[in-house]
């Protein structure tokens, strides 16, 4: 089962666990769920590949502007 965000994207488009955004800059990274976490603020988060999972609220907004790719 694929979960689906309790936010849309920037443009309004719906956003699942396992889909990849992109910020205007390029960057792209791929949401994930995780299930040990109470909140949905920190249930859902971006994986960059970096080592960090960044909150998905935070990268969907004004400031960070990510679009659905898949």
């Known amino acids: ?10 443009s ?6 396992g889909d990849e955004i992109q910020h205007p800059s390029g960057e792209r990274g791929r949401v994930v769920f995780l299930d040990a976490e109470a909140e949905p603020r920190d249930q859902w988060r971006v ?14 907004g004004d400031k960070g502007r990510a679009e659905v790719v898949k």
């Open 12 to 17: 309004g488009q719906p956003i699942h666990e």
């Open 1 to 10: 089962m694929t979960r689906t965000a309790p936010w849309s994207d920037f």
């Open 47 to 60: 994986d960059y590949g970096d080592g960090l999972l960044s909150r998905l609220g935070l990268q969907i």
